[in-house]
């Protein structure tokens, strides 16, 4: 029996679908098993961190929306509207992206190595696509170095590494002080 479940912050919900919900502007961590958005309206949602297996989402809007760090494996995204989308950091494994609109998405660190139906031409319109892991294919489509990915682990770890410096080096916000 397959069980079709999202999880919003710690609460369980069993449901068939959600297919055509509407969740535009949403804030929260989700995660989202063998479960159907169809169709769903998810435009501005911020799902940083996101989390989907086998979920199928295809023809979702998902323009605007942060999808920063998200997991989504097996899933369905062909016909998703991911315009202008934050998949910073995103792993897509062996999700399939057939006619899916990427155009001014944030890839800076994606990794599309296993995705299925992704044209050169659609990578082409996001931002930063030259900032995201590819399978060999896709690096010769794209006319990246061969080396591409590993160069850009590197690039990747040395920003990470500059960043968590910096933030060390920030001083501590003062309380405030109830008035």
């Given amino acids: 029996m397959l069980v079709k479940r999202l999880v919003v912050f710690a609460v369980i919900a069993v449901l068939p679908a959600f297919a055509q919900a509407n969740l535009t ?9 063998h479960s159907s958005l169809i169709g769903a309206r998810m435009s501005h949602a911020n799902f940083g961190g996101f989390h989907a297996d086998y979920c199928n989402l295809s023809g979702a809007d998902l323009s605007n929306a942060n999808l920063s760090h998200a997991v989504l494996n097996h899933s369905d995204l062909s016909r998703a509207d991911l315009n202008h989308a934050n998949l910073s950091r995103a792993v897509l494994n062996q999700s399939d992206l057939n ?19 992704l044209a050169p031409k659609v990578v082409k319109a996001a931002t930063n696509w030259d900032r995201a892991f590819y399978d060999d294919r896709m690096l010769k489509a794209l006319r990246l170095p061969a080396d591409h990915n590993a160069r850009l682990a590197e690039q990747l770890k040395t920003e990470e590494e500059l960043q968590k410096r910096q933030n060390a080096e920030q001083p501590a916000p003062k309380p405030s002080t109830p008035q």
């Fill in 25 to 33: 502007k949403f804030s929260g961590r989700v995660v989202c098993d």
């Fill in 99 to 117: 006619h899916a609109n990427l155009s001014g998405a944030e890839l800076s660190g994606a990794d599309l190595r296993t995705v299925e139906n």
